[in-house]
Nanobody, 121 residues
Framework: QVQLVESGGGLVQAGGSLRLSCAASGRTFSRYGMGWFRQAAGKERELVAGIGWSGGNTNYVDSVLGRFVISRDNARNTVYLQMNSLKPEDTAVYYC??????????????WGQGTQVTVSS
């Protein structure tokens, strides 16, 4: 089992930065692919960024490419999402997720509770 707890969300002005953290509790965290999802009001949940178990393979949705960076620290059982140059359209609830496969691609097995990110104009 894996338990995920997100933190770091909040209110920020456009152009600012936030760093989301996802603390994981589990026996095999280092073998799990991880992803950050977000769901904005009235929109479907989308995969924002994914990272493989080793941290070497990453993927980003086009809208955040060059602005967001996903990383992980397996020694600390933590995955991060550094969000820079935030835009109002980034406003959403952000979810951390884990899958038993080593890549970010495929169905996710575990989900955090979500953290709200609000970007003001």
């Amino acid at each position: 089992q894996v338990q995920l707890v997100e933190s770091g969300g909040g209110l920020v002005q456009a152009g600012g930065s936030l760093r989301l953290s996802c603390a994981a509790s589990g026996r095999t965290f280092s073998r799990y692919g991880m992803g950050w999802f977000r769901q904005a009001a009235g929109k479907e949940r989308e995969l924002v960024a994914g990272i493989g178990w080793s941290g070497g393979n990453t993927n980003y949705v086009d809208s955040v490419l060059g602005r967001f960076v996903i990383s992980r620290d397996n020694a600390r059982n933590t995955v991060y999402l550094q969000m820079n140059s935030l835009k109002p359209e980034d406003t959403a609830v952000y979810y951390c997720a884990a899958r038993s496969g080593g890549t970010w691609l495929g169905p996710y097995d575990y989900w955090g509770q979500g953290t709200q990110v609000t970007v003001s104009s």
